[in-house]
């Protein structure tokens, strides 16, 4: 069965500072999808960031990124410039391809400190 | 753009009492359509899935059921709540393509059973 570890339950970061959240995974299968969603204290999930397991290239949105190894089936997510609206549980999810089923970690809650 | 509703934002009910949540996704049509559970402090698990009216796949055995009278309308139905059912329920929507696409999640329901 596909699982996703996120090992931080916790983690805290002082504004305008870099934190990274770590994230591994484990399936069998080559063809699938991760994700970062954001849930902040009003509960929405919100997409952060989306990666395909077929590119190299490392995705990005704004000062969002991931650092993705797939031989080592990590998927870790990099914030930059830490804002406090970046105060959420941040969750690291995973879809093989063809699938429905979107497996979550435990999520990671972030603090944002000023 | 697409939009995701749920309805009713909060609820409280008793043992043993039915149970109606209503999702509805406006700006696309034939949507993949899923309902999760959030328990406190973990993360998501798949319960129902949909790919069209009247179909439903479910993931997990227990006391719920769903149903897609319409297109864009996902219902998570209960005739007798358990304590266990309290929870976070969120619907989510996919675009139906051939590729996996990414969820897009409603604001979600906070069911408590008392």
């Known amino acids: 069965a596909q699982t996703v570890t996120q090992s931080q339950p916790e983690m805290s970061v002082q504004e305008a500072e870099t934190v990274t959240l770590s994230c591994t995974y484990d399936?069998?299968?080559?063809?699938?999808?991760l994700f970062w969603y954001k849930q902040p204290p009003s509960r929405q999930m919100i997409l952060v960031i989306r990666q395909e397991a077929y590119k190299q290239q490392n995705a990005t949105e704004n000062r969002f990124s991931v650092n993705f190894q797939k031989a080592a089936k990590s998927f870790s997510l990099k914030i930059s410039d830490s804002q406090l609206g970046d105060t959420a549980m941040y969750f690291c999810?995973?879809?093989?391809?063809?699938?429905?089923?979107?497996?979550f970690g435990k999520g990671t809650k972030l603090t944002v400190n000023p | 753009s697409q939009t995701i509703h749920q309805w009713p934002a909060t609820l409280v009910q008793p043992v043993g009492s039915p149970l109606s949540l209503e999702c509805t996704v406006e700006g696309t049509s034939n949507p993949n359509l899923y309902w999760y559970r959030q328990a406190a402090g973990r993360g998501l698990q798949l319960l129902f899935y949909s790919v069209g009216i009247g179909q439903i796949s479910s993931e997990v055995p227990q006391n719920l059921s769903a149903s897609r009278p319409q297109d864009r309308q996902f219902i998570l139905s209960s005739k007798k709540l358990l304590l266990s059912d309290s929870g976070f329920y969120l619907c989510a929507w996919s675009r139906r393509q051939g590729g996996t696409d990414t969820q897009y999640f409603g604001p979600g329901t906070r069911l408590t059973v008392l």
């Open positions: 399936t069998s299968e080559n063809n699938y999808y």
């Open positions: 999810a995973f879809i093989e391809g063809g699938s429905e089923k979107l497996v």
